[in-house]
Structure formats: C-alpha cells, structure tokens
C-alpha cells in the first residue's frame, strides 16, 4: 500500500540519548517534512526537504537534524534529547510544483510517539 | 505575523445536528487552505483544498467554503464515525517551498448516537 511508514511507532527515550526517528515514502514526492504535535499547540514544523540533497530549517529546528539523500527517505535525528523532546512526531510529504512552487496536499504518516525521561 | 484560529476548540452533536467549524486565517496572501481529519493516535488524513475565494469542496457529509479570511467546514447530518479532531493549514505566498504551512490547533468533534 503506498504511503509513509514511521519507526519506530513509539519509544521511550533516557535523556541525553541519540535517537532516529526513520521515515519512509513510496509516492516518489520530493518535498518531506518533520513535524511535532503537542496538546494545545498544534502541529509545528521541524524541518523540511523541498527536493533530494537540501533540507531547511522549520519553526522549531533546535535540538534536531535531519538528511535527504534520495527522495523516499527522510530521517530525524535527535543528538542528545531532551524532556521537552517529549511529542508525537509525524513525517509527511507532498508534490511541489508549478511555475510558482505551489504545494499541494500533504500526507502523513501514522506517527511515531516519543517519551524523554 | 501569519496565523491561523480554529474555533470552537471542542464541538459536541447529537447524531443528525448539523452544524460549521470556522478557520480564520491572518497571512501574507494565501496560496491554499487545506482541512483534515484526524483520528486519535493516527496521523492527519486530507479532506480538501481551497484556494480561492468563492470555492466550495464536498465529500459525503462535509462541504468546505472558503472567504478571504476564513473558512468552514459544515457537516451535514453526523454521524459518530465522523467524531474527530478537524484541522485547518494554510499556505502562504513568499518563499517557495514547504516551510510556508500553517496548522491550526483544530476542533475536536464528538457526535452523540
């Protein structure tokens, strides 16, 4: 079935550890994205690919680092996490295109939740 | 500063109540709104696109409109399948790319049998 696989689906993290976050799609779209989502605050983004081989800096980037080197894998890396890491991570991705970079729908992942104690 | 409001926080309906949730919106021109759904411990699933004034989408008991300055999502007789949270983004003009989407908080929606 096409779509977006996360791993792990949920985690329990010692703080000060390195963890991955993988993410994984098979509809050959070139923009990618990390966001968090936390109670009352919505989902905000981490950072994002618009294509293969560059990445940016979203809303909330500290603390994180990501890679894209091809277009179906987009891994989130936490250096040294921290309680405040403690959030439902969805990875998405969508189509960008047009003369003006419009984007279109994003679809999402199923999430992977993660606990920093 | 571009932003986006999504009220009520909380909806609660009788089977059959119809009634809109409302995204107003406050960005530096708008390339597109989108509305999801979302179910708990499940990633966002997309509902519609909107990007022009005047545009309406529909899909079994939902219908989006879109202003410019808010949209609604109207339910037409619910059903408790359709109990979720709903959220809002939208896209804004400037840069290109991906970082420019905003999500609301969303409004959670719990329809009584």
């Known amino acids: 079935i096409a779509g977006i696989t996360q791993a792990p689906t949920s985690q329990i993290l010692a703080a000060g550890r390195r963890m991955t976050l993988r993410c994984t799609q098979d509809?050959?779209?070139?923009?990618m994205y990390w966001y968090r989502q936390d109670l009352g605050l919505g989902l905000r983004l981490i950072h994002y690919s618009n294509t293969a081989g560059t990445t940016g800096k979203g809303e909330v980037p500290d603390g994180y680092s990501v890679s894209r080197a091809n277009t179906d894998d987009f891994p989130l890396t936490l250096a040294s996490a921290v309680p405040s890491q403690t959030s439902v991570y969805f990875c998405a991705s969508s189509v960008q295109g047009g003369n003006r970079g419009q984007v279109t729908e994003a679809f999402f992942g199923q999430g992977t939740r993660l606990t920093v104690v | 500063e571009d932003q986006v409001t999504q009220s009520p926080e909380a909806l609660r309906l009788q089977e059959g109540e119809s009634s809109s949730l409302n995204c107003s919106y406050t960005?530096?021109?708008?390339?597109?709104l989108f509305w999801y759904r979302q179910d708990p411990g499940k990633g966002p699933e997309f509902l519609f696109t909107?990007?022009?004034a005047g545009e309406e989408k529909e899909k079994e008991r939902l219908k989006a409109t879109l202003t410019k300055k808010e949209s609604f999502l109207h339910i037409t007789a619910p059903k408790p399948e359709d109990s979720a949270t709903y959220l809002c983004?939208?896209?804004?003009?400037?840069?290109?790319?991906?970082?420019?989407?905003?999500f609301g908080t969303g409004t959670r929606l719990t329809v009584i049998p």
């Open positions: 960005v530096s021109g708008l390339r597109g």
């Open positions: 909107l990007y022009s």
């Open positions: 983004a939208v896209q804004a003009r400037g840069q290109t790319g991906a970082n420019n989407l905003f």
């Open positions: 509809m050959r779209h070139n923009a």
